[in-house]
Structures are given as structure tokens and as C-alpha cells.
């Protein structure tokens, strides 16, 4: 059984077993617009808990991608490297970014669950 | 800022009901895009027609027996050879030879009307007030509303209003009614494209975007495609690629001087520009194209092949009919030959580009079939 969690910077998290998959939210790309770049970080690479894991850039302007919880980068999504609008069709699906081996689980306790997202993203206007 | 603060052009409630996203944008509240999004409207614009308001910018009347004399002192430009109905882009100077403005200039009936852009239009109501001198009574016609509609479909669709405007010259005006209502049609636009700009009463901007809006090829276009269309056409954004410390020789705005103002001078700054004219100036204005898909944003640092600094980006993303990264920058004189690499410092890594030949996409301005 998989565990999905959300960030307040709009980035989602399933854990499924010891890995992550790791994504922004539906509500992240309506906001960005037409994805059109995406750089993801190499495999093997150590991310933190709320630092830069990857960068999407939207026609207008370019945003991070936080990692929302720590762990090594154990394989990384070349289907929207090569086509970004994937980002846009599909962003809790299709669209992930990056695969986690998690350093603490624990540390998705402090994240948002479904509901709470959803409550979040409301009182944004 | 305090969206309170912020004005709305006459289209504002049309935006709303076609669902744009509504930004702050010199001191407007501005469409960015519409449900579309940017990219949609972008490809539209080439491919059909895009409307446009941009009824932001600033519209002028200068009045005066010897408006276009005064204008040349303040532009390089050719304004007293001007034609009836005819414009012109043109710069406004400083003393040093810096850029304050750039504009279009048209000789109407007895005055000259002007269209600024939006972030100058204050400053400059009170610049060329100041330097124009009592003999020219400057107005800024806030009153008046703008529509660019902008593609290769744009003069069959006027024409079914206005028949005949389809052979109007590139960079001319002419006073017509669409609709029943009275308008200044202009065959210029800032995309690249074939289009015109239809300067209005307020009051009837709403009645014609709709009308126009209902042709089949018309899609409304917000201004982050004006923005993508602008910097494929490889035209320059004031406030970001010409500014009060870019001359138009460094800006590759040479053009502008008219053959008439080289020899004469006249104008503020002659001095330096002239001698820039002759000489060449120490950095130019170029085209760049990033060798890797990242896009370099305005401010990335452009260094040489040895990290050495060469200039900035000044405008930058993503070109969507090019398909791939796209940028305009200054360099130093000895790297804007066409090919030249350069280095473009993008989240700390140095990325390969090289300079281009400016526009990234062929414009598609009218041109009067040969007779």
C-alpha cells in the first residue's frame, strides 16, 4: 500500500516500499503554464529535504522542484526530458520527475496529506 | 504592488469573460494568457491571427506648425520627410545617446500622432514637454484604446470589414469606420507577422475586439505570447534590451538613423553615435542560440570560451515556433560575428550557445506586389 503526500511548494510524494516517486502537483503546472524544459538530477545523487532536486521551466519563467524529503536519486524520468508538455497532461501520473530511496521515512510525517493539499491550495485564491 | 492601484484598459471585462489570467503589467492589470495558453497562442498568431490589446501603450499628439522639426531634435530619425499617413519606429535620446524610449511616429492630418510604450508614458509626456518647447502642445489621448490583430490571416479578416485595406503599404495608416465605428488602422505590429494597429475611442474598443474576435481565424493572445512573438521577430523591449545605457549603435539599431540625420546630426547624442556609427562601439546587441535545450533567462551572464565576461542576456526563454531556447544579449564587439561561441552561465554551469543572425524566425512583414 502506497503513502501520497504533498508539499506547500506543490511538489506530491508516493512512497511505495523504500522508494519515492516524486512530482509537482496538478495545481503547480496549471499555475506554471506550457512546460517546455525540465532538468533532472543525475542518478545517484543525494537530495535534501526542501532544496533544489530539479528545475521545470515553463514558457515564462523557470521554477525549482524541492525535494520533499531527503534520499538518493535512484532514477529520473527521461519520457518528460524529452517531452516536456508531459508535465502538463499527466502531473500526477505520467508527468513524475524524480525516484527516491528514501534516507527517513519519518520524514514524510510532516508532510500534507490529500485533504490537507486540497485545503491548502483552496485558500490560495 | 496594490492590484487597487493598478488600471484596466476598456477590454479589461472582455478579458475576464474570455478567462484570462490577468497580471500586474506597468501599472495594468494585463491579460498573460488566456485558456489557450501561451504556446496555443503563439502558434496561432503565426499560423492565423491573434488580437491583441495592448491599449496599455501610450497614444500621443504632438500639434504644432513645426512638430516634426521639434521631434528631430529629440530622435534620429527621419520625421520632416515623413509622408502623409506614413510611420516610422524611431528612438527617443538623451543627451549622452542613450535609449529613453522607442516609438512609432505617423505624420495624421495637421499633427503627428505617437505610440509609446506603456512603463514610459508618463516620463515622456513630461520630456517632450520639457524639450519639445512651447511651440508643440503634447496630449497624451487617454481616451483612446489599441488593438493589434496580428498574423497572416489578419488583412483577409479586416478586409471582410474594410475591403481594400489589404493593400495597405507596410508601415502606413488610414482613417476607416469597422462596425460602424471610426478608427485609425496602422499595417505595423511588434510579432513578426502581417498585421495592423487599430487605435480607437475607448468606448468602442469592446464592440470591435468582439466583432473581430467572432471571425474564425481570431483568437485573442495575451502578452506572454506577445512577448515569445517579439523576441523570435528579434525586436527589442525597452526596459530590458534598449535602455538609457544602450545607444542605438550598441542596440544594432543603426537603421533608425535616417542617411538625411548622419550628415546632419542633430539630434541628442549625435556626437557619440556618429563616432560609434563610424568606429563601431564597444559591445553590440546580438541573437544567441543555446547549443542545449535550457533556456538562459534575462540577467544570465554571457562569458567567452575562457569564463571570461562578455556581456548579459537581456531578454530570453523559449521560442515556441523555433522549438528550443532562444535569447538576444550584449557582448563585446569582438564576439557578435555571426557563430561566434559564448557561454551562457545557467544555475551555475557554463552551457554552450553561439551568436545568431536576429530574427530567429523570417518576419512576414506585407509587401506590395511588384507593379
Known amino acids: 500500500m502506497s503513502i501520497l503526500r504533498f508539499t506547500k511548494d506543490h511538489e506530491w510524494i508516493r512512497l511505495d516500499g523504500d522508494i519515492a516517486v516524486v512530482g509537482i502537483t496538478d495545481y503547480a503546472q496549471s499555475q506554471l503554464g506550457d512546460v517546455v524544459y525540465v532538468e533532472l538530477p543525475e542518478i545517484g545523487r543525494r537530495v535534501e529535504k526542501g532544496k533544489e532536486a530539479a528545475v521545470v521551466e515553463s514558457v515564462k519563467a523557470a521554477s525549482e522542484v524541492y525535494a520533499p524529503v531527503s534520499g538518493e536519486v535512484v532514477e529520473t524520468n527521461a519520457a518528460i526530458a524529452a517531452e516536456p508538455a508531459k508535465v502538463n497532461a499527466d502531473a500526477e501520473g505520467e508527468g513524475w520527475f524524480i525516484k527516491l530511496k528514501l534516507a527517513d521515512p519519518k520524514e514524510l510525517d510532516g508532510l500534507l496529506d490529500e485533504a490537507a493539499y486540497k485545503r491548502f491550495v483552496e485558500g490560495q485564491g | ?371
Open chain 2, 1 to 371: 504592488m496594490d492590484p487597487a492601484a493598478l488600471e484596466r484598459t476598456p477590454l479589461y471585462p472582455l478579458h475576464l469573460r474570455l478567462g484570462a489570467k490577468m497580471v500586474p503589467f506597468a501599472g495594468y492589470e494585463m491579460p498573460v494568457n488566456y485558456p489557450a495558453g501561451i504556446l496555443a497562442e503563439h502558434l496561432h498568431t503565426r499560423a492565423k491571427a491573434g488580437l491583441f490589446d495592448v491599449s496599455h501603450m501610450g497614444q500621443m499628439r504632438l500639434a504644432g506648425s513645426a512638430a516634426d522639426r521639434a521631434l528631430e531634435s529629440l530622435v534620429p530619425g527621419d520625421v520632416i520627410g515623413l509622408a502623409p499617413a506614413r510611420m516610422r519606429y524611431t528612438l527617443l535620446l538623451d543627451a549622452a545617446g542613450g535609449i529613453l524610449d522607442d516609438l512609432i511616429v505617423t505624420r495624421a492630418p495637421d499633427e503627428l500622432r505617437l505610440v509609446v510604450n506603456a512603463a514610459r508614458k508618463h516620463a515622456d509626456l513630461a520630456d517632450l514637454r520639457e524639450r519639445l518647447g512651447i511651440g508643440v502642445a503634447v496630449e497624451l489621448l487617454d481616451d483612446r484604446a489599441l488593438i493589434a490583430l496580428q498574423g497572416p490571416a489578419a488583412a483577409a479578416v479586416l478586409g471582410r470589414f474594410l475591403p481594400g485595406i489589404g493593400s495597405l503599404s507596410f508601415m502606413s495608416a488610414r482613417e476607416a469606420s469597422l462596425a460602424g465605428r471610426r478608427a485609425i488602422f496602422s499595417r505595423c505590429g511588434y510579432t513578426g507577422e502581417d498585421g495592423f494597429e487599430i487605435s480607437l475611442a475607448a468606448k468602442d474598443a469592446e464592440a470591435v475586439a468582439e466583432r473581430l474576435l467572432a471571425e474564425p481565424e481570431v483568437m485573442p493572445v495575451g502578452l506572454g505570447a506577445r512577448d515569445t512573438l517579439r523576441l523570435e521577430a528579434g525586436l527589442c523591449l525597452w526596459g530590458h534590451d534598449i535602455d538609457e545605457t544602450t545607444t542605438p549603435i550598441e542596440a544594432d539599431l543603426a537603421w533608425t538613423i535616417a542617411k538625411r540625420r548622419r550628415a546632419e546630426g542633430g539630434f541628442p547624442g549625435a556626437a557619440k553615435i556618429l563616432r560609434q556609427l563610424s568606429e563601431g562601439a564597444g559591445r553590440k546587441r546580438v541573437g544567441i542560440r543555446p547549443d542545449e535545450r535550457a533556456p538562459a533567462r534575462e540577467e544570465t551572464p554571457i562569458v567567452d570560451a575562457a569564463g571570461r565576461p562578455l556581456g548579459r542576456v537581456t531578454s530570453g526563454g523559449f521560442g515556441p515556433s523555433v522549438g528550443g531556447p532562444i535569447a538576444m544579449g550584449y557582448v563585446e564587439a569582438g564576439h557578435a560575428a555571426e557563430g561566434s561561441p559564448l557561454g551562457l552561465f545557467v544555475r551555475g554551469a557554463r552551457r554552450p550557445a553561439h551568436v545568431v543572425r536576429l530574427p530567429f524566425v523570417a518576419t512576414r512583414y506585407y509587401r506590395a506586389p511588384a507593379s
